[in-house]
Structure formats: structure tokens, C-alpha cells
T-cell receptor, first 112, second 112 residues
Framework: DGGITQSPKYLFRKEGQNVTLSCEQN?????MYWYRQDPGQGLRLIYYSQIVNDFQKGDIAEGYSVSREKKESFPLTVTSAQKNPTAFYLC???????????FGQGTRLTVV | KQEVTQIPAALSVPEGENLVLNCSFT??????LQWFRQDPGKGLTSLLL?????REQTSGRLNASLDKSSGRSTLYIAASQPGDSATYLCAVRRGGADGLTFGKGTHLIIQP
């Protein structure tokens, strides 16, 4: 079945650590996105990528980094510069031209 | 900057009722609008996508309308069921290459 796979489902980070969240899609979609969801707030865009080896900052990119070395993969690194990383992170993809967006099941990151 | 508002924030109704969820956006220059469902702790499931040139879309018991000039969309759910209980999110895309801007959602409870 085609879809988006995020891993791990739960992730715990110590203060000062960098952690990487995985996002893989087998929908042959060109564009991929990372969003952050906090309780009581709408989803906010972190980074997005339209093609391999190219990506753009979203509304809240500070403290995060991404790479797009393969069409299928768009990992997100939460760096130690992100002061409040505890949140639910969601990855999405769309075909070229911004059609229907599909989402993964999310990764819940907690700072311990 | 685009802002998306969803009203009401929460809604509880008895099973079998028809109901309407509202979404408004401040910038009418949108590419498309998408309605999602989110169950607790899960990712987003796409319900309906309306392109900017369309007025409505239907899928089963769901009907979404779009009035781009007034910046409004509604999601109509017919003959509600307990399984419809979830948070419903509205999101707009400004351009084909852009990410989505989300509302904070409507938390819906259908009482058996």
C-alpha cells in the first residue's frame, strides 16, 4: 500500500542533543513537508521541499534542519538550538502542483 | 499573512443529527482548500479537497463547500455517527508550491 511512514512513533531527547525524525513516502510524490503540532494550536510549517536537493524554510524553521537526498525521504533534525522541541511532528507529501496532501502518523518528541 | 479560523472550537451532538462545521480564511487568493480528520494521537486523514475553481465536493455523507470571494468553507456531515467523533481541520494552500495553513480545528463528539 502506498503511504507515508514516520519513525519512530515516540522519541525522547535529552537537553542539548540533536535528534533526527524519519519520513519516507512511496507515493512517488515530488513535494514533502514537515509540520509541528502543539496542543490548542494549528499545525505550523517547519520546512518543505519541492524537488531533490532543494528545500525552503517555513514559518518556524529556527532550530531545525532538513535534507532531501532522495525523492522518497525527507528527514528532519531537531537541533539543540530548538528551545521548546516537545511537540507532535507530522510529515506530509503532495504530487507536483500542490494537489491533495497526505500525512504520516506522526512522531511525538519529548524532552527529558 | 493568511489566517484560518474554525468555528465552533468544540461541538457535541446526539447521533443521527446533521451538522455543519465552519472555516474562514482572511486571504481569498487560495489555490485549494482541504478538510482533514484527526483522531487522538494520530496523523491527519484527508476528507475532501476543493480546488479554487470549484464550489463543492462530496464524499459519502460529507459535503464541503467553498466561497472563495467571502473567504468561507463549510463541511456538512449528514446523519452523524459515533465513529465521526474526531477533530476536523481545515487548511488552505496559497499556491501550488506552498505548504498548508491550518485552522485550530473543531473537536466533534457524537453521543451514542
Amino acid at each position: 500500500d502506498g503511504g507515508i511512514t514516520q519513525s519512530p512513533k515516540y522519541l525522547f531527547r535529552k537537553e542539548g542533543q540533536n535528534v533526527t525524525l524519519s519520513c519516507e513516502q512511496n507515493l512517488n510524490h515530488d513535494a514533502m513537508y514537515w509540520y509541528r503540532q502543539d496542543p490548542g494550536q494549528g499545525l505550523r510549517l517547519i520546512y518543505y521541499s519541492q524537488i531533490v536537493n532543494d528545500f525552503q524554510k517555513g514559518d518556524i524553521a529556527e532550530g531545525y534542519s532538513v535534507s532531501r537526498e532522495k525523492k522518497e525521504s525527507f528527514p528532519l533534525t531537531v537541533t539543540s538550538a530548538q528551545k521548546n522541541p516537545t511537540a507532535f511532528y507530522l510529515c506530509a507529501s503532495t504530487a507536483w502542483g500542490g494537489t491533495e496532501a497526505f500525512f504520516g502518523q506522526g512522531t511525538r518528541l519529548t524532552v527529558v | 499573512k493568511q489566517e484560518v479560523t474554525q468555528i465552533p472550537a468544540a461541538l457535541s451532538v446526539p447521533e443521527g443529527e446533521n451538522l455543519v462545521l465552519n472555516c474562514s480564511f482572511t486571504d481569498s487568493a487560495i489555490y485549494n482548500l482541504q478538510w482533514f480528520r484527526q483522531d487522538p494521537g494520530k496523523g491527519l486523514t484527508s476528507l475532501l479537497l476543493i480546488q479554487s475553481s470549484q464550489r463543492e465536493q462530496t464524499s459519502g455523507r460529507l459535503n464541503a463547500s467553498l466561497d472563495k470571494s467571502s473567504g468561507r468553507s463549510t463541511l456538512y456531515i449528514a446523519a452523524s455517527q459515533p465513529g465521526d467523533s474526531a477533530t476536523y481541520l481545515c487548511a488552505v494552500r496559497r499556491g501550488g508550491a506552498d505548504g498548508l495553513t491550518f485552522g485550530k480545528g473543531t473537536h466533534l463528539i457524537i453521543q451514542p
